[in-house]
């Protein structure tokens, strides 16, 4: 039948336009999201398909359905003008402020997916001015609240994202609110893992668990499970954070399929054995493969999520001394995410680690020692003096020096930043312990 009626694909290309402009007008919004912009985009009518991406009911359907990654997928293949379009469609609601400020917080948070984070913040930031005229208005208030936290979140404006969500669990323990306390309760541990405040966030996370039989689909036990997960393994229980990670992408799999949330578990799943003590290498580079694989069909080889799990897998790569391998990856990722997310995110600074300790590796010792410093500045600029991340880029630089024969400058900066590690994460946990041994047989007669 395709042969008889679409062989020429200028009338092929009319077909689907004219069904595009159908599903258009459905009034089933299910079937017009699954169908308006594919056949836009089946037709290459760039301009249409952008047109149709900026209609606010088809993107409030997909951020409250959470399908706006499906519309990421079409907004890569379209011309991105429709950025221009939502401007348009909100200011029609102007008059209305309260739906003018809950379509400005799907669209912050849509443009936030894009990595669109100027127009972003922007839109976030007016309309939680809007909603703060609104007290009575808590739910929507809350929503603001926590979706403009995200949005900083992602730029790596940390502080002001923590007061964000913490105001946020205040409103929703006053209104007793329980969705809202549980949603609250799991971004401002998903920040607080972030900015190696790892024992707060253990507490809130064990809260949000006690309560989520109550707290409905945001605050789901999957997603805090895996939240849990990461905070043990940032403490040192590789165990038990294996353990969670393994149930929670298995009840994914099961459930929902090899989903975008099966690709995050896989890659956090990845991150941990290659950690663990034994060789776990070609199972975590199967979980590394099929995350990528995932992240680069739903979110585009570009979004900062799969040039993170790209930098995992070079992370893994270089661990099983794979140098040749790793270095590209590295050279093509750290760029691309410090563009997107400025050079003080926490993710940038995890990178630019590992990145000076391949240097080292290669006996290049000038230039790892220039990217830890760079990072060393970059991390107090961004942390504060104290922070875990800035002691931890000092503990590198000092395994530097000592490779590249420079004794009496390792000797100081272990002397000092190895009883602060101990100090931030207690002496039993295994980076402490591992920092502890190096020390000591480099320096037993010293």
């Known amino acids: 039948m395709h042969r008889r009626y679409l062989?020429?694909?200028?009338?092929?290309?009319?077909?689907?336009?004219?069904?595009?402009?159908?599903?258009?007008?459905?009034?089933?919004?299910?079937?017009?999201?699954?169908?308006?912009?594919?056949?836009?985009?089946?037709?290459?009518?760039?301009?249409?398909?952008?047109?149709?991406?900026?209609?606010?009911?088809?993107?409030?359907?997909?951020?409250?359905?959470?399908?706006?990654?499906?519309?990421?997928?079409?907004?890569?293949?379209?011309?991105?003008?429709?950025?221009?379009?939502?401007?348009?469609?909100?200011?029609?609601?102007?008059?209305?402020?309260?739906?003018?400020?809950?379509a400005a917080i799907n669209v912050g948070e849509f443009l936030s997916l894009t990595t669109n984070y100027d127009a972003a913040e922007a839109l976030a930031s007016e309309a939680l001015a809007i909603c703060e005229q609104y007290p009575n208005e808590s739910t929507l208030l809350g929503e603001a609240l926590q979706r403009l936290g995200s949005i900083l979140q992602e730029r790596g404006k940390l502080d002001e994202a923590v007061a964000l969500f913490r105001q946020s669990l205040s409103l929703g323990e006053s209104n007793r609110d329980t969705k809202a306390i549980g949603a609250s309760l799991l971004k401002l541990a998903n920040i607080l893992i972030l900015k190696a405040e790892f024992k707060e966030a253990a507490s809130l996370l064990e809260r949000a668990l006690a309560m989520r039989d109550s707290a409905g689909d945001a605050n789901s036990y999957r997603s805090l499970t895996t939240s849990l997960a990461n905070t043990l393994f940032e403490l040192g229980n590789v165990p038990e954070a294996e353990q969670l990670f393994r149930s929670a992408l298995d009840q994914c799999e099961r459930m929902e399929g090899r989903t975008l949330e099966y690709a995050r578990l896989a890659n956090n799943l990845g991150a941990v054995l290659y950690r663990k003590p034994g060789n776990h290498a070609e199972e975590a580079i199967e979980l590394f493969r099929t995350a990528i694989e995932i992240y680069k069909h739903l979110l585009g080889a570009r979004h900062p999520d799969t040039l993170q799990c790209v930098a995992n897998f070079a992370i893994m790569l270089h661990v099983q001394g794979q140098l040749t391998e790793a270095e590209p990856i590295y050279l093509e990722a750290i760029p691309l995410l410090e563009a997107i997310k400025g050079h003080t995110h926490p993710i940038v600074l995890a990178l630019q680690q590992n990145f000076a300790l391949l240097r080292s590796d290669q006996g290049r010792y000038e230039e790892a020692n220039a990217i830890l410093l760079a990072g060393i500045s970059n991390a107090k600029a961004a942390f504060g003096p104290d922070h875990l991340t800035v002691i931890q880029f000092h503990i590198k630089l000092a395994r530097n020096h000592l490779r590249a024969g420079r004794r009496a400058e390792a000797l100081e900066l272990y002397q000092k930043f190895v009883p602060l590690q101990e100090e931030k994460l207690g002496v039993d946990h295994p980076q402490a312990k591992l920092m502890r041994a190096e020390f000591t047989s480099a320096f037993s007669e010293t």
């Open 7 to 102: 062989a020429n694909p200028l009338i092929e290309r009319e077909r689907h336009r004219k069904l595009a402009v159908f599903f258009g007008k459905h009034t089933m919004m299910a079937r017009r999201f699954e169908e308006e912009p594919w056949q836009w985009n089946a037709c290459g009518d760039k301009r249409r398909l952008a047109d149709s991406l900026a209609k606010l009911d088809l993107l409030t359907y997909a951020v409250d359905n959470r399908q706006d990654y499906e519309l990421l997928k079409y907004w890569n293949a379209s011309e991105r003008s429709s950025i221009e379009y939502y401007h348009s469609s909100l200011d029609a609601l102007r008059k209305e402020p309260e739906k003018y400020a809950q």
